[in-house]
């Protein structure tokens, strides 16, 4: 991906609310997006990844994303998020085909209020 | 089964010392990636290895930072002649493959130049 954008630095959100961390890419060629998570002090952890297939890509802790190909899209939602969600998250992209850069958002932090 | 390994976690030096942060990847991963995360920002690429290979050093400043995985031990990065510009958090990552592999970070170094 050429550039990948998180248009939110901060989303609060009440417990057990849903949510969504958007995240848009620009690429004029086939892509692999990613989500990771980062908890303070920490390093990144993998949420979920999109590779080819399915739009609909769930992974870890609840969290899942779809792929728009027409709206250059990648957001992650969570039905009803816990405390713990509380951290940073990365949308991340890599241009398909042999070696490719990956290219990272500039955050998300997700604060989670009781 | 350790994930990716990074030492020293923390690591303070003065202006004009020498960092060298030190990069452990999982086993059976001979692919590494460094990247710098600054204060409230994303991550940047720096530099893709392999063992004993350079592939894509395109993030690295053109000074003063240099970066080697050898065919024994861990990858090292290296910084001469710190400047405070140069404190943010290094992480390193690895993987199986380049292509369509997923990149697994370790835990960071965060560097502070005083």
């Known amino acids: 991906a050429q550039s990948v954008t998180q248009l939110d630095s901060q989303v609060p959100v009440f417990e057990e609310a849903p949510v969504e961390l958007r995240c848009n890419y620009s690429?004029?060629?086939?892509?692999?997006l990613f989500w990771y998570v980062q908890y303070p002090n920490q390093g990144l952890q993998l949420l979920l990844k999109y590779l080819s297939g399915s739009t609909l890509v769930k992974g870890i802790n609840g969290f899942e994303a779809e792929f728009n190909k027409s709206q250059t899209s990648f957001h992650l939602r969570k039905p009803s998020v816990h405390i713990s969600d509380t951290a940073e998250y990365f949308c991340?992209?890599?241009?398909?085909?042999?070696?490719?850069?990956?290219?990272f958002g500039t955050g998300t932090k997700l604060q989670v209020i009781p | 089964n350790a994930g990716v390994m990074q030492n020293p976690r923390h690591l303070v030096r003065r202006r004009g010392q020498e960092a060298r942060l030190r990069c452990s990847p999982m086993?059976?991963?001979?692919?590494v990636y460094w990247y710098r995360q600054l204060p409230e920002e994303g991550l940047k690429f720096m530099v893709y290895l392999q063992k004993e290979n350079i592939i894509d050093e395109s993030g690295m400043p053109k000074e003063r930072f240099s970066a080697e995985f050898p065919k024994e031990g861990p990858s090292i990065l290296r910084i001469q002649q710190v400047v405070r510009g140069d404190s943010a958090a290094y992480f390193c990552a690895s993987s199986l493959g380049s292509v369509q592999e997923t990149q697994y970070f370790g835990p960071g170094t965060r560097l502070l130049v005083l």
């Open positions: 991340a992209g890599m241009n398909s085909g042999g070696y490719q850069k990956v290219t």
């Open positions: 086993k059976g991963h001979s692919h």
């Open positions: 690429s004029s060629v086939s892509v692999y």
